[in-house]
């Protein structure tokens, strides 16, 4: 079986049309989206439309749950104040265009999505506004995949595709409680994989092409996939709705509009 | 009483002009002064010359008449003239009259009026772009902060054509913690990374001192140039706070990176 996943459409419906049609072509038996389904991008209606026409399970990024709750994290969330007003401008004009029955989809849907041994986030298990990046430490990347109890663990929000495998992991606990001696306890971690699939509509690898993954089930093999498609129809879309040019011309240059947090790890609490 | 050494510099946008007149300051044992002629509320040039050449002075043009009336023995002076400026119309002082006349070109240059106007042609930087109709921005930001990180994402932007086409761009800017950062972008030359100025940290409020930028470009965003700039500036709060942790670390006796 052909799983396709996808990520961080971000309202950019040029993107997702051409990365569906991809998919459509690879002969998927099954489709999973990990959120940010809005936001940056001019056609954000337009984009939760055909999700659900399609009726693609997806789970809730941290965008779509700023449009539902209201922006409230702090500056954390920014690498810098330019980020910020940025983002601010980003969400609001998102926040202006959205329908009722559009923020009504997003309020509803899932934190994580379940499927055999596969699962599916935006971000992390513990929040969608994590950052699993792939150099971020390995206990950490194992502890995000052994909470989940599947083996293979999807996510999106960093905007740049990646595999990591963790094989071979060696845990070592000290249990410790009242009445009883201390007991050291050993055991192996079977192989967990982290599967990021990238960004539909706002890609951060230095090309405008969309990227998305395919997981062969049968064949237990990861394809990362770049997908063409005229990415000027959706510049010109940003500049006539009267979003920032900027972002226009970052998203030709496969630059991203904002850029990600300082730290990673760091999860806002607010 | 000795003839004035004067020399006029002129030359075309990013040849070298400052960078010549640099070079020569460290060839001197004489004392050097320094004006830039069209520089006016934006000194990036003079700013920099004075933080960066120690023995040079930077003088105003009020400072540098009443120079011309009572001279001191043993300087040499040295005045930039922008790219803009019509050097027929230049009209100087008589004891400027006998002045050097050195013009700073790119190599293969011939035939332009400075040929006919300097002395001296000394070759400088090749030039990659050549702008129809080259437009001067320029902007005081005294008194502001920027972002650091905001800062760098700007200039990558600019330098990178995100608002019009730029053959050179040239800042200075305070920082959140407090040094004061010099950029320097001509196109086609590899990119140079900022540099610290030789200046104290400033850690109390607003900087009472010049920071500011210039670009020659075409085609320039202006309005969204001016924009993205103010959204890298920090407010009175965030000033406060950064400058208090940089104090705090000071006072700790660490270093501060």
């Keep these: 079986m052909k799983v396709a996943v996808m990520s961080c459409i971000h309202g950019n419906y040029e993107a997702l049309n051409a990365v569906l049609s991809d998919i459509d072509d690879q002969s998927a038996d099954k489709i999973y989206c990990l959120g940010d389904l809005v936001g940056y991008g001019p056609h954000p209606n337009a984009v939760v439309e055909m999700i659900r026409a399609l009726d693609i399970p997806t789970c809730q990024g941290c965008w779509d749950e700023d449009i539902v709750e209201g922006l409230n994290s702090c500056e954390c969330s920014y690498p810098s104040v330019l980020a910020e007003k940025r983002g601010k401008q980003a969400h609001e004009w998102t926040d202006q265009v959205i329908h009722p029955e559009v923020r009504e989809f997003l309020a509803q849907l899932p934190l994580s999505l379940r499927d055999d041994n596969l699962c599916f986030v935006h971000g992390s298990p513990h929040n969608q506004h994590e950052y699993l990046m792939p150099e971020v430490d390995a206990f950490v990347a194992l502890e995000r995949v052994l909470v989940t109890g599947a083996d293979i663990l999807f996510c999106g929000h960093t905007h740049v595709p990646y595999v990591r495998s963790l094989d071979a992991g060696q845990l070592q606990i000290r249990v410790k409680s009242t009445g009883t001696t201390e007991r050291d306890v050993s055991f192996s971690a079977p192989l967990k994989r982290i599967v990021n699939a990238g960004s539909v509509g706002e890609p951060r690898h230095g090309r405008p092409n969309a990227t998305y993954v395919i997981y062969n089930t049968d064949a237990d093999q990861i394809t990362l996939r770049e997908v063409e498609y005229d990415y000027q129809k959706t510049c010109a879309a940003i500049i006539d709705n009267g979003l920032p040019p900027i972002f226009a011309w970052r998203l030709a240059r496969g630059l991203e509009f904002a850029e990600r947090a300082d730290d990673p790890t760091h999860v806002c609490e607010r | ?257």
């Design chain 2, 1 to 257: 009483m000795q003839p004035l050494n004067i020399t006029l510099v002129a030359g075309s946008i990013g040849a070298g002009k400052t960078t010549w007149i640099q070079q020569q300051v460290h060839t001197t044992a004489e004392t050097v002064i320094y004006l830039s002629l069209d520089a006016g509320e934006t000194a990036v040039d003079s700013t920099y010359l004075a933080a960066e050449v120690p023995g040079l002075t930077v003088l105003s043009a009020v400072q540098l008449a009443n120079f011309l009336e009572h001279p001191t023995d043993g300087c040499v002076v040295y005045l930039e003239l922008g790219f803009h400026i019509d050097l027929n119309s230049i009209i100087l002082p008589d004891p400027m009259a006998d002045c050097r006349r050195v013009a700073v070109l790119p190599p293969g240059t011939r035939h332009t009026e400075w040929h006919g106007w300097a002395d001296v042609v000394v070759t400088g930087a090749e030039a990659s772009i050549t702008l129809r109709q080259p437009h001067l921005w320029r902007s005081a930001l005294s008194g502001q902060v920027l972002d650091s990180a905001s800062l760098n994402t700007f200039w990558y932007e600019l330098t990178n054509g995100a608002y019009g086409t730029i053959q050179r761009a040239k800042g200075i800017f305070d920082v959140a913690d407090g040094r004061s950062l010099y950029f320097d972008f001509v196109a086609g030359l590899p990119e140079t990374t900022d540099m610290e100025l030789n200046l104290p940290r400033w850690l109390n409020g607003r900087p009472d001192r010049f920071s500011g930028i210039e670009i020659v470009g075409e085609a320039l965003g202006q309005t969204a140039i001016a924009q993205t700039l103010k959204d890298c500036c920090l407010d009175e709060q965030a000033i406060a706070y950064y400058q208090q942790q940089i104090k705090d670390l000071i006072e700790q006796g660490e270093e501060v990176a």
